[in-house]
């Protein structure tokens, strides 16, 4: 018998692993194959290391100890397990509710693509901070689109 989670509980615990949400209903295949891909792209990607050096201030070790080729998987499954999560909290029936969910992909995408070569101010940002600060317009332009689209309809 699946339990059920609030939007905010569903989204909180997938920022904390993907596919926690989804273990917390009962989803058990879904959930774990979200822990175990996150799990691989995590260690394939480096990104754990490139987390720690982002916060001690040595972004360009970060960035010399991530492998992009991996960690580029990691924004959609990140996105997606997270969207996931709402949509079954509460059985969520909200129209477009997954647009926000996907512009942050793309934008975190497109971040962590331009991370090697952007500094702010003279500082580098780096593979972990840049595409956090790409979140916000990937939230805001799907929000956009999803306000136009309910709109239009």
């Known amino acids: 018998m699946k339990s059920s989670i609030t939007k905010s509980e569903g989204i909180l615990w997938s ?22 891909l996150e799990i691989i792209i995590n260690v394939q990607s480096n990104f754990n290391l490139g987390i720690m050096y982002s916060f001690l201030g040595e972004t360009h070790k970060a960035a010399n100890v991530i492998d992009y080729q991996w960690l580029m998987f990691y924004p959609c499954l990140y996105m997606f397990a997270m969207w996931d999560a709402y949509k079954i909290a509460e059985g969520s029936k909200s129209r477009y509710s997954y647009l926000p969910f996907v512009m942050s992909a793309y934008m975190v995408t497109v971040g962590l693509m331009y991370s090697p070569k952007v500094y702010i101010w003279g500082k580098f ?26 709109r239009l309809h």
């Open 15 to 36: 920022i904390a692993l993907p596919g926690f949400p989804q273990l917390l209903v009962g989803l058990w295949f879904k959930g774990a194959l979200f822990v175990i």
């Open 125 to 150: 940002i780096g593979p972990i901070f840049l595409p956090i600060l790409f979140l916000v317009p990937g939230i805001l332009i799907g929000l956009f689109i999803r306000f136009i689209l309910i």
